[in-house]
């Protein structure tokens, strides 16, 4: 349970962050837009269990924290931000910009321009972008190993359960949690395609 | 006379060192089809945009019907406008991707509707109109577009390259089918464009841009038959040029110019060049000549004769020749 909520409050704010970061990135020309850029995928780079250990000693501790659920969000919510800025960023970069002035030229305004035409083309990006991020939230193990005091995500129950000895229960927990990638997997390659997902490749 | 649909009064734009538009004035008459015609970076497409309103010129005021529009955006200056990618909204069927610019301007669903069906049965795509646009062709999406510009009812309607994301033989029948909605709707168009033919074919005026000046505007005819300096014709497909006794530049069309035997007498009058053939292309309808000769200057000159309806062997490289050129078919150039 705490796995679903961490995932979905997670998947939720680095979506909230990341696709206006997305949006901001590719439509403005600052000189330091690479770095910036840079700055929301280093998440991918730092191995997850120094952020971890970063936000326990940082965070956690300082603040002595009886339940660390905030903090767990917080984490895979850094945790979502590349998957966020990145997919929603490649969605953008194929998005046809003249759309959004053709609808200018019809007497819409730059808002009225993004919500009607702009918004509705980044929806695929955007729905994949959270698929993704749920499912990596979700699965996530290094970050939540030292942030789960009081509550505890899946996978670090089914590694405690593991450490104690075999139990049945992992085996069909796993299938569970495999089952339940494979369907979230067909319903993105049939709604948006892989391809698209993973960095717009090809069309 | 009327107001002028548009007009450009002396308009400069520069995007930091880059002079993109320099000074440009120009009238767009009403009803009338004008077209800005230039290779890539010439201007007339940061024209076109600042005729839009997506950019504001550095220098100049843009008039539409008389009234300034200059810092205007594009979505109150009622114009309609055809992207050279369609850029019609994915999301939405063909019908509601037309009847947008009347939803914005509060029309009721039924008279949307009436309208948007009206502007998809000009540009013959009734049938098409529950789609959605990638369920259709790029000449069929480009018909869409043009339907969604015109619903508006636009005082002018901007084409920025619309035909040249599409094959040759589609983009021959778009030509067509162009004048005939022009022709339909009396509306006042803006063509930009980089291909002459479609210029010449579809223009009531046309405006030669280089380098972001207006180099030669005038009737395709008048622009066609008296070219104002090289680049004009060049551009135009002169591709033979040579300078004359006197000094001053010529240009020759390659099928104004004939090839015959060294020594040929010829009618009197006419230009004559005696030289060697030097290359020989067959090409099923003609046979492209192109021959080395002395021009009146005494400069060697290569010039190439585009011959119709010869044989690849009518003509040899090394063969003598004498070519001649009636006064008419020589274009002397002012610059």
Redesign the interface.
């Known amino acids: 349970m705490t796995s679903l909520i961490v995932a979905v409050v997670a998947t939720f704010l680095g979506l909230a962050l990341g696709v206006p970061a997305a949006l901001a990135l590719a439509r403005s020309n600052l000189k330091a837009k690479a770095a910036i850029q840079n700055v929301f995928l280093s998440p991918l780079i730092v191995p997850e269990l120094v952020l971890g250990a970063a936000l326990y000693q940082q965070l956690a501790i300082p603040l002595r924290l009886q339940n660390y659920l905030p903090v767990l969000i917080l984490g895979h919510t850094i945790l979502m931000l590349p998957y966020a800025v990145r997919v929603t960023g490649a969605s953008l970069a194929n998005l046809?910009a003249?759309?959004e002035?053709?609808?200018?030229?019809?007497?819409?305004?730059?808002v009225?321009a993004f919500f009607?035409?702009t918004l509705?083309?980044l929806?695929p990006g955007i729905f994949s972008a959270a698929l993704l991020s749920f499912i990596t939230s979700f699965n996530n193990l290094p970050l939540s190993l030292l942030l789960t005091k009081g509550s505890t995500t899946l996978p670090i129950e089914m590694l405690d359960y593991v450490a104690q000895g075999i139990d049945p229960m992992i085996a069909a927990m796993s299938t569970v949690i495999l089952a339940a990638t494979v369907v979230i997997a067909f319903i993105a390659e049939r709604t948006v395609g892989f391809a698209q997902i993973f960095g717009g490749i090809n069309k | 006379m009327s107001v002028p649909a548009a007009q450009f009064v002396n308009i400069t734009q520069t995007f930091g060192d880059v002079v993109a538009v320099d000074d440009i004035s120009l009238d767009i008459e009403q009803g009338k089809l004008t077209t800005l015609l230039g290779p890539s970076g010439c201007g007339k497409t940061t024209s076109l945009r600042m005729l839009a309103g997506f950019s504001k010129p550095t220098a100049g005021q843009i008039l539409i019907e008389g009234e300034d529009c200059t810092r205007l955006p594009p979505e109150k200056r009622g114009l309609g406008m055809v992207f050279q990618q369609y850029a019609l909204f994915p999301h939405m069927t063909v019908r509601d991707n037309v009847g947008y610019g009347l939803k914005l301007r509060k029309v009721p669903a039924a008279e949307r509707r009436k309208r948007a069906d009206e502007a998809l049965e000009l540009v013959g795509l009734t049938a098409h109109a529950d789609k959605r646009p990638r369920q259709m062709s790029g000449g069929q999406q480009q018909r869409v577009a043009l339907a969604r510009a015109i619903a508006i009812r636009p005082q002018l309607l901007l084409l920025d390259e619309p035909l040249s994301a599409l094959d040759a033989r589609l983009r021959v029948e778009m030509r067509a089918e162009l004048r005939r909605i022009q022709a339909e709707t009396g509306l006042c168009v803006v063509l930009v464009t980089h291909d002459q033919d479609e210029a010449l074919e579809l223009s009531d005026q046309m405006v030669v841009m280089r380098a972001g000046r207006i180099e030669q505007a005038g009737t395709p005819q008048a622009v066609f038959s008296a070219p104002a300096s090289r680049f004009v014709a060049e551009f135009l497909g002169y591709e033979n040029f040579l300078t004359l006794a006197d000094g001053r530049r010529a240009a020759v069309r390659p099928e104004q110019l004939r090839v015959g035997a060294a020594g040929d007498p010829d009618a009197a009058g006419d230009l004559l060049l005696d030289g060697t053939v030097t290359d020989v292309a067959y090409r099923g309808v003609d046979l492209l000549v192109t021959s080395e000769v002395t021009d009146p200057a005494g400069q060697a000159v290569r010039l190439v004769a585009d011959v119709r309806g010869a044989g690849p062997g009518a003509f040899v490289p090394g063969q003598a020749v004498r070519l001649a050129i009636a006064p008419e078919h020589l274009i002397v150039l002012a610059a």
């Open positions: 046809d003249q759309a002035e053709a609808a200018r030229m019809l007497g819409a305004s730059p009225r009607d035409v509705p083309m929806r």
